[in-house]
Structures are given as structure tokens and as C-alpha cells.
């Protein structure tokens, strides 16, 4: 597996061609903008800023009255010269309410994405001389947003997960059965991700051959397509070795299937099937709060920096281009070591 594979390759293909059909809904001269996306950024971002682009022009002919009874790609370039800050701001109220017809009512963390979006978009466009100023500007900025608000598993919760997995309860007795049959494949996930914090992208997309058990190590390939190796622990060895050798081989019939993680329908398994996964077994442990692949991540990384109190590291192995960015989601929520700082008797004047 790298990302030259076929299943990268094949994803990035299909990705690209929903952004196209998305800049089909646009005006032409958004092109530019959505071409510069694709070359500047991982095909996921460029997906998500060609998307709340479109929302914006949608926005734009739910709201603006010059724009009453057009179509998005039909919005000319002197409607986006016209607009303002306040325009901004009331695209900001409308992503958070209920029009009565549609409501989006997106959280402040999905609201400052999709600003970034704009940001990026009318920036672009400023910079080309396409509109004279930047309406994002001098726009209200999402002050409700609160950066460490982070959820993770408490140890408690983690073990009470990785409990229910291994006992695979479940709602009922088909689906109790259906657990079974891939038992040692999700208690292998929870395992991967609560011991090397890798994100779910990175795991749907890793093949048998990246399980190095001599080297000890796993590849996977980082956001950008960048290849790394991570070292396993004990536990994901046991639970992965487990697995290959004896689960796997009944979840395919297909010697040249190179896909790590199967489904029952025998093909590779998809991000949303892991999150259903998590969802059913939160419920057994009875963990009343949401439970995500970036949840166990997020875990990961704060125990680790909790034990380690290097930052540096859990930046590494998290795969965080800026430490900054591990600084503000972690070292920031860890209350223990502030308390500890309180502890430490640095100056008594004599």
C-alpha cells in the first residue's frame, strides 16, 4: 500500500470527479479558485471547500434578492463585488438557524471550517482582481468557539470499549452473530487506533502487506500521501496477528485481496462502517457520549503526551505538520501537568 496503490489512486479519481460535478453547479469564473484547490490541497479539503463554496451560492439565492430565481452557476461576478461584511455575518446566522424550510443548524467547530472555506475563496478571488475586497475581512468572528472543547475517552471509558468489543454484545441475536463472525477484526481497529492514535482514513486504506511483523511496524499514508512507519506495542500486534491469521482468511476467497480490514461483504471496509461500528459498542459500554475514530485518536494523543510530556513526540506520531496544532488540541487540555506546575516551589527568597 502507498499512495501510488490502486485503491488511493481509485479514491482520489472518484473524489475529483464529485468536485467537478460540484463546479458544474458554479459560475465559470470560480473555476480558477476550484483548479487551485485541487492542485494546492489533499483531495478531501478540496472536496470540502468546493462544497461550502456551493453552499454559499445556494445561500446566496435563498437570501439575496438579486439573486431571486437564478440558478448558482448563473450569479454573475458583480453580485459577489457588491457584497460586505454584514453579508457575511447573515450567511453566519443562517448556517446556525432554521429558515422554517431548511435547517442547518451546524455546530460553532462546523461553522468555522466552512468560514475557512470562505476565507480561502474570497481571499483567492480578491488576489486575482476578480472583486475589489474581501468581505470575509472585517466579518464577525466565531467567538462561541471554543478550541480545547475536545472529546476523549476517559482510561475508565477506553477499557470499558475495548471490554465490550471482546465480550461483542449487541442488540440483538442476528446482529450479535453478525459481530462475531468479525469480532477479532474490531477489537484489532479499536486496538490500532487507541494505541497509535492513526486517523480512519489511514486505516480503511491499509493493506496486508503494510503489517510488518518482523520490523514490527505498520505503513501508512499520512494526509498529502506522504508514507510513514509506526511502531506497534504488544497489544496491537496480538490483536492484529489474531486476526490475519485467523479471521481474515474467512472474511474473502480472494488470495489477491490486499485490503487489511474486510467487511462481510467482502470487500474493504468503508470509513462509515467503522463509525457504525463504534457507535454499536459506545452503546454497550455505556459511554453516553458520541464515539468516533477521531475520539479514540484524540485519546491517544493525550495519553500519550500525559505520559510523556513531550509534545514534540505527539506531534510526530500523530502526523501533525505544525506543533502548534498538537499544542493547542492537547497540551492545553492537560490539567494535570498545570496542576503539577502549582506544586513546584520555583523561588522561597532565601
Do not use: W
Amino acid at each position: 500500500m502507498g499512495k501510488n496503490s490502486r485503491y488511493y489512486k481509485d479514491l482520489q479519481k472518484a473524489k475529483t470527479a464529485k468536485i467537478r460535478e460540484i463546479q458544474d453547479q458554479l459560475p465559470l469564473y470560480t473555476g480558477g479558485y476550484i483548479d487551485s484547490c485541487i492542485r494546492n490541497h489533499r483531495i478531501n479539503t478540496a472536496y470540502e471547500y468546493a462544497s461550502d463554496v456551493l453552499l454559499f451560492f445556494r445561500f446566496l439565492t435563498a437570501k439575496n434578492p438579486r439573486c431571486k430565481n437564478k440558478k448558482t452557476n448563473e450569479i454573475p461576478l458583480d453580485i459577489l463585488e457588491a457584497l460586505n461584511c454584514e453579508d457575511i455575518n447573515e450567511f453566519q446566522s443562517y448556517m446556525k438557524a432554521s429558515d422554517g424550510i431548511r435547517s442547518h443548524m451546524v455546530s460553532d467547530r462546523t461553522l468555522a471550517r466552512k468560514m475557512a472555506s470562505m476565507r480561502s475563496f474570497f481571499a483567492y478571488m480578491a488576489e486575482k482582481d476578480f472583486i475589489s475586497d474581501d468581505p470575509t475581512l472585517k466579518a464577525d468572528k466565531n467567538k462561541k468557539l471554543v478550541e480545547n472543547d475536545i472529546k476523549r475517552l476517559s482510561t475508565d471509558e477506553a477499557n470499558r470499549l475495548i471490554h465490550a468489543v471482546k465480550e461483542t454484545k449487541a442488540a440483538t441475536n442476528r446482529s450479535c452473530a453478525r459481530s462475531r463472525n468479525v469480532s477479532k477484526r474490531d477489537l484489532a481497529i479499536v486496538t490500532l487506533f487507541l494505541n497509535t492514535g492513526i486517523r480512519v482514513s489511514e486505516c480503511v486504506g491499509m493493506d496486508v502487506s503494510d503489517v510488518d511483523f518482523v520490523k514490527n511496524t505498520i505503513k501508512i499514508v499520512r494526509k498529502g500521501g506522504k508514507e510513514t512507519h509506526l511502531y506497534m506495542n504488544k497489544n496491537v500486534q496480538e490483536t492484529l496477528r489474531d486476526y490475519i491469521q485467523n479471521e481474515r482468511p474467512l472474511l474473502t476467497d480472494d488470495p489477491k485481496e490486499k485490503a487489511l480490514f474486510l467487511s462481510l461483504k467482502r470487500n474493504r471496509m468503508a470509513v462509515r462502517s467503522i463509525e457504525a461500528m463504534l457507535k454499536k459498542f459506545k452503546t454497550s459500554a455505556g459511554i453516553s457520549d458520541n464515539v468516533s475514530p477521531h475520539t479514540l485518536r484524540r485519546t491517544y494523543g493525550t495519553t500519550l503526551y500525559n505520559k510523556t510530556g513531550d509534545i514534540y513526540m505527539v506531534a510526530d506520531v500523530l502526523g501533525h505538520k505544525d506543533v502548534n496544532t498538537t499544542v493547542k488540541h492537547y497540551a492545553a487540555m492537560d490539567e494535570e501537568h498545570k496542576k503539577s506546575a502549582a506544586e513546584v516551589n520555583l523561588y522561597d527568597g532565601d
